[in-house]
């Protein structure tokens, strides 16, 4: 069965400074994506990154990046240049295998910036 | 803002009651899911429409039920709603299968 894991139920982080939010998935479908979602305290789910199963360079998006880690089947978020704004719950997600397209999501990890 | 609407927002009910939830997808996305976000449960993925067909089903009790119009919108129809019910329900949608996602800003479903 797939599975994600963040094992960082919260985190702090001093404004300006970098980040990484963990995530490690299991899978035995040769062909996955994994997803990032920010999500504040509005509720909102916000797409922040994808990194799919067979991309030969780690993705990234502006201040995100993805550390992605094949063998060790590790996806993580880092975040460069932390601001108060990024203070929310981050959800990693893979997606699920066959033709199926949802996604399954980890249970987060809760980032607090300090000023 | 995803491109996904949402309606209502908020939502109070009893238990034992009936209510439908709607969701519009972004222009030209043919692929709708409905996920639940509970406290206990986490995120979790319940139905899955392509073009007005069923594709996939998660953990959807019988007490849910979903569709998608041929205008793709879709609504989410719970029923016999019980006190654990009350989560909030996220609509996302994608212009096909296996593509990233954009989620609704959600509807908080809140069961007296």
């Known amino acids: 069965a797939q599975k994600i894991t963040q094992t960082q139920p919260g985190m702090f982080v001093q404004e300006k400074e970098a980040v990484t939010l963990d995530c490690t998935y299991d899978t035995s479908d040769p062909s996955y994506g994994l997803f990032w979602y920010k999500q504040p305290s509005s509720g909102e789910m916000i797409f922040l990154i994808y990194q799919g199963s067979y991309d030969q360079q780690n993705a990234t998006e502006g201040r995100y990046s993805l550390n992605f880690q094949k063998a060790r089947k590790s996806a993580n978020l880092v975040i460069s240049a932390s601001q108060l704004g990024d203070s929310a719950m981050y959800f990693c997600?893979?997606?699920?295998?066959?033709?199926?397209?949802?996604?399954?999501f980890g249970k987060g990890t809760k980032l607090s910036v300090k000023p | 803002d995803s491109g996904v609407t949402q309606t209502p927002k908020h939502l109070i009910t009893a238990t034992g009651q009936r209510v439908t939830l709607r969701c519009s997808p972004r222009s030209g996305d043919l692929s709708v899911y409905w996920y639940q976000q509970s406290l206990d449960q986490g995120l979790q993925f319940l139905i899955q429409y392509y073009n007005g067909e069923e594709r996939a089903k998660g953990n959807i009790l019988e007490r849910f039920s979903a569709q998608q119009f041929p205008d793709l919108h879709s609504e989410l129809n719970l029923s016999s709603l019980e006190l654990g019910d009350s989560a909030l329900y996220f609509c996302?949608?994608?212009?096909?299968?296996?593509?990233?996602?954009?989620f609704g800003p959600g509807t908080r479903l809140t069961v007296l």
């Open positions: 997600a893979m997606r699920g295998g066959g033709s199926q397209g949802n996604l399954i």
């Open positions: 996302a949608s994608s212009t096909r299968v296996g593509l990233w996602q954009f």
